[in-house]
């Protein structure tokens, strides 16, 4: 299992970003996927998933600002920041929810 994620930057506050996931060794169809964030000093934490129905979770912080897609033919696994915070600064992690794997990460530092 690999997944790989890209699209992580510098962005002020109010910005968006979309963060991808390239995945491999592993299906969409079977398993729950997730993205993680690890801000400084704290511990990891699973912000938003999606289940293998498509439906999907977040956490009270990101409720209504983030979103979390799949693309199950091509094993891409999205997540839509708006409204980017400072508190959203971190190193976010693709994962398999089912699985307990994770990606290397792409880091995230929205400027206040």
């Known amino acids: 299992v690999q997944l790989v994620e890209s699209g992580g930057g510098l962005v002020q506050a109010g910005g968006s970003l979309r963060l991808s996931c390239a995945a491999s060794g592993i299906s969409f169809t079977v398993n729950a996927m997730g993205w993680s964030r690890q801000a400084p000093g704290k511990e990891r934490e699973l912000i938003a998933r999606?289940?293998?129905?498509?439906?999907?979770a977040y956490v009270d912080s990101v409720k209504g600002r983030f979103t979390i897609s799949k693309d199950e033919a091509n094993n891409m696994l999205y997540l839509q920041m708006d409204s980017l915070r400072a508190e959203d600064t971190g190193m976010y992690y693709c994962?398999?929810?089912?699985?307990?794997?994770w990606g290397q990460g792409t880091q995230v530092t929205v400027s206040s």
């Open positions: 999606i289940g293998s129905f498509g439906n999907t």
């Open positions: 994962t398999s929810v089912t699985q307990d794997i």
